[in-house]
């Protein structure tokens, strides 16, 4: 058996068609030009107050020319018509963007599964149905693991079968996004459940970056990032289950994919992300003080912020992090208002923000128990001027990840390569 997820284009249906074998199980989402159109057209009837009936007359075209079948086409024109209904009723109560853009976004994966499966004739699965969710005593919400192994024991075990992939559905009812193309995740947790053989992962880039082999580590470290094509969740399962993942690319042919498996290739790659800022919090308040880092990122995760980067010296004097460029005002009033609010800490406490920073980082196996490494990273930067304002590096010696200004971001990415 081999698990395949999918990324719909009307171009790709034949040759998507034509990878669904006997022993398939296939779980497709929507191409992102078709999740752009969806997504304006919830803006415009929540955000503006407008109707959508352009956008949706456009969505309902490129399902329609996916097959002429009778049948599928009455189903596609009912779709689309719930979809305008809920959306137009949407314009006069107060609701969730976040609860319409799942739901939404839920059914147009399933019209993907369904044209699919409109031409290969296999079993069919909503995939909201076997990828559950739910809300602990706060509210927030986290993936089931266990209850959706259950369901997906019980229920994916005959092939041929198409699954629309990327949403959950919690305990109380409500559909739910799964992780960032969680269609992946989904494909390589029922391919640890059913013991696959392998999986494939058919997406919209060239493979990896177009790296032809990687381990599970490796590309692990890569989906860390922001450019990353899919969430280094979903290589998880296949990690713990020791299948192979072959990534794809839905529209090249000729490009044979990329590798992730245990084969070490002893290679090292560079990523740079850039529009980050970089807060550095110090000051006595930090030193010796049980629970401090613990207080200032549940402040952070409070206010909604995501860290890509952490950095903190032994002398417990000062910690930085990274964030999104576009966090980084709420991230330091969330921050000022920690050290205001608490009459424990000292008043001697700073937060400084740099806005314009970039990281990159350095990856790969060939990095581990090998002396010089580092040495070799800094000299290189330091020889073309570039100034590196904070440094991490993980105890599995896998990566290292440097703060440069932003500027310098490209150029320090080129010298490392």
Known sequence: MIVKSFVLKRQSLDRIAREIGPDTVAVVRPQRRIEALLREAIRLTLVEKKRSDEEMARFEAYFLEMSEDASYQADVKATVESIATYLREGMYVQTSATAVEDYVMAKCARMCAEAVNARVKARFIDGTE????????????HFDWSASREQISARCNQT?????????RLDSGYVVRVGKDGAHLMASLIAEVLKADGIEFHIEDHGIDGIPAMTYDEAAHYCASARAPFSSSAIWPAKNAGIPILVKDIADDSFKGTLI???SVHRTAVL???DLALLTVYGTGLLGRVGMSGGIFSC????GVNVR????????????????????ACAEEALRGLF???PLLPLDDVVVLDQAVGIVTVFGSRMRNLPGTSAAVYAK????????IASAQGGEELSISLVVAEGDTDKAAELLQ
């Open 130 to 141: 076997i990828m559950l969710c739910r809300s602990d005593a706060k509210g927030d919400q």
């Open 160 to 168: 041929p079968l198409v699954i629309s992939g990327g949403y959950g």
């Open 261 to 263: 498996s245990t084969d």
């Open 272 to 274: 740079a992300d850039k």
């Open 300 to 303: 952070l995760a409070a206010a």
């Open 309 to 328: 980067f952490i950095a903190q010296t032994s002398s417990e004097y000062s910690i930085s992090f990274a964030v999104k460029a576009d966090d980084a």
């Open 340 to 342: 205001r609010d608490n």
């Open 381 to 388: 930067l330091g020889a073309a001027g570039i100034n590196i």
